[in-house]
């Protein structure tokens, strides 16, 4: 006789397991969750995600507490994963930040945003700018073979306070540069065309300074031996805090180029990382 193995009934709505967790810093985590079968999105976009809230003082019902989150994973990925803040008294960041693999969370798998291959015109090269875990959209898109179809060159930008907060940007990408599946899938050598450009602010690293001002000097290009952004060759995503994406979104427009969105391709959109 056989015994059937029990099956774990999942106890929140739109349940999703996770199988594993990473922490990178004490404010950085990354996860990966099981992925709805039904589930489609384009690399780039966010979901809502979270965890059930505590009970109501009054009548005892939890109700869920949920949170803008991009999707880290490319669409292909049979897994999400999702790159994370832990902020100490975040409401659910204070609790998300201790889920372990065989917990579930909750993920309401209706995928949105302006990050994707569809708000941009065809182009030449495309910058991905990113501070902080604005990094996690341009996670998904690096390992995209779209992002390598549609460009010569691909340039991501990174700036963090501290270099510890570059790490999960710097191992995706040197994970990308080895990767076989990717190979197989995009074509042998696709990673020459990746540039990574991470900088920090606050503590020492390789290059210090913000993107802006290094674009702004001229040493950006100069170290990326690149020319400098024109409309007619470059496409852009950007993906930070508030002030960055203001700055460098009238960068762009300085240089010649229009913000794209959804209905109306253009070349560069813009998504904020958190709201303030
Ligand atoms: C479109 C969109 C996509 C997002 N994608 C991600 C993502 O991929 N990863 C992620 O960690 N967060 C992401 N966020 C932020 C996320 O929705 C939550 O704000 C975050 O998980 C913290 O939740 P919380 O309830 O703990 O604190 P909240 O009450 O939501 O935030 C408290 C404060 O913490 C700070 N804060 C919040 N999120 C961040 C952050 N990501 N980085 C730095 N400071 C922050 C802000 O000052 C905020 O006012 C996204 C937000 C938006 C609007
Ligand atoms: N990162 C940490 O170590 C840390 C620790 C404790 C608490 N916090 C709090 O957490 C919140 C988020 O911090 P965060 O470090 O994740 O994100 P952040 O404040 O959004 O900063 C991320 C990066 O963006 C840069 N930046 C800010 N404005 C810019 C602009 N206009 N143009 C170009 N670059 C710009 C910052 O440079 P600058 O450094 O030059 O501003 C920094 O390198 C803040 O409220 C912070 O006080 C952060």
């Known amino acids: 006789m056989t015994e059937a193995t029990p099956v774990k009934m999942p106890t929140l709505p739109d349940a999703q397991t996770v199988t594993e967790v990473k922490h990178w810093t004490d404010r950085l985590f990354s996860f990966r969750v099981t992925r ?11 979901v809502m ?4 809230g505590d009970p109501d003082p009054k009548t005892g019902k939890q109700k869920p507490l949920l949170r803008a989150y991009s999707i880290a994973s490319p669409s292909w990925d049979e897994e ?11 409401p659910l960041t204070s609790k998300l930040q201790h889920i372990q693999p065989g917990d579930e969370i909750i993920l309401r ?32 898109l690096l390992r995209d073979p779209q992002t390598y179809e549609d460009y010569d060159e691909v340039i991501i930008t990174h700036t963090c306070r501290e270099a510890g907060e570059l790490e999960y940007g710097r191992e995706l990408i040197d994970d990308i540069r080895q990767d076989e599946l990717l190979a197989e899938l995009i074509g042998d050598g696709f990673h020459e065309k990746l540039k990574y450009y991470p900088t920090t602010t606050r503590e020492e690293s390789a290059k210090i300074g913000r993107i802006t001002d290094l674009i702004r000097s001229g040493e950006a290009y100069e170290d990326l031996g690149v020319n400098p952004i024109n409309p007619a060759d ?5 993906c930070g805090n508030l002030a960055f ?22 070349q560069y959109v813009v998504e904020k990382a958190f709201l303030d």
């Open 36 to 46: 709805p079968a039904s589930l489609r999105f384009r690399s780039g976009e966010f």
């Open 245 to 266: 994406n203001l700055e460098l979104k009238a960068m762009l427009e300085e240089f010649g180029l229009e913000e794209g969105a959804n209905s109306k391709p253009a």
């Open 80 to 90: 999400l994963e999702f790159y994370s803040i832990k902020v100490q008294d975040g």
């Open 109 to 140: 798998p209706k995928p949105v945003g302006t990050l994707v291959h569809d708000a941009l015109l065809p182009g030449k090269r495309i910058w991905f700018f990113a501070t902080g875990t604005g990094f996690a959209p341009f996670a998904s």
């Open 49 to 52: 995600i979270g965890l059930m």
């Open 234 to 238: 470059d496409r852009a995503m950007i």
